[in-house]
């Protein structure tokens, strides 16, 4: 009898849902299948090496397989990396530089291209939602794209980077009028617009230090990443968790 009531409330001691964990990620990787320096293999290892938990690959205009990785890298659930796309409008005539990771997409997403930058940026949006995908807005001041208004306009869009570690995306921004993306971000929040600010990352993978070409310095990797809290390291936990905002982000210093 005594074994039988120690065993019920064994059971109902460990019956619960396991306690929550934090995870360290990026959301914002490149390899060479688009203009990093590096192999899907190498960003991967980099990141498992260095303490990350997860990572996705946002290469621009196409998606990486990332089952390959999984299987060298994931090493029984210890590490995760997910699908992505930055879709990226680019155009000369009307001018645009409007980049938008679709998260968690296995396939690749056509970037659109509107009127002008503000309707890009909702038709980006529109279609990486469509496909199922989170939304990120990346990087606002790359070619000083983006302001608080365009942003706070659109519908539909997850998140979006105010921190990037790539120095030709002006993250801190130029002065008064030209305002910092975490002040975008802060302006975008007090417009009464609910977005969260995920990301505190790099925009190219680079462990080389090459340059794709004259004038263009690479990001090295680490110089910021998001915790997210979830019970388990899966794409269903932690896209549950980035969904409602369970997570922050973090330049605490490079990895």
Known sequence: MKQTFLGILLSVLFAGPLPAQW???????????????????????WYREHGYDFVFVTDHGMVTDVAPLNALFGGGGQFLVLPAEEVTSNSKSPELHVHVNALNRKTKIDAQKGTG??????????????????????????????????????????FMEFANMQPNVNSAGAGPDAPSTEEIWDEVLSRGVAIWGSQATMHTSSKKHAQPEPGWPLARPGGGWIMVHAEHLTAEEIMKSLRVGDFYASTGGSQ
């Open 117 to 158: 930058v503000r309707d890009t940026l909702q038709k980006d949006i529109d279609v990486v939602s469509a496909a199922g995908a989170l939304a990120q807005i990346n990087h606002p001041n790359f070619f000083w794209q983006l302001n608080a208004a365009d942003i706070a306009s659109v519908k539909g869009a997850t």
């Open 23 to 45: 995870f360290q990620g990026n959301t914002h990787a490149h390899t060479l299948n688009s203009d990093g320096d590096s192999t899907p293999d190498d960003v991967v290892r």
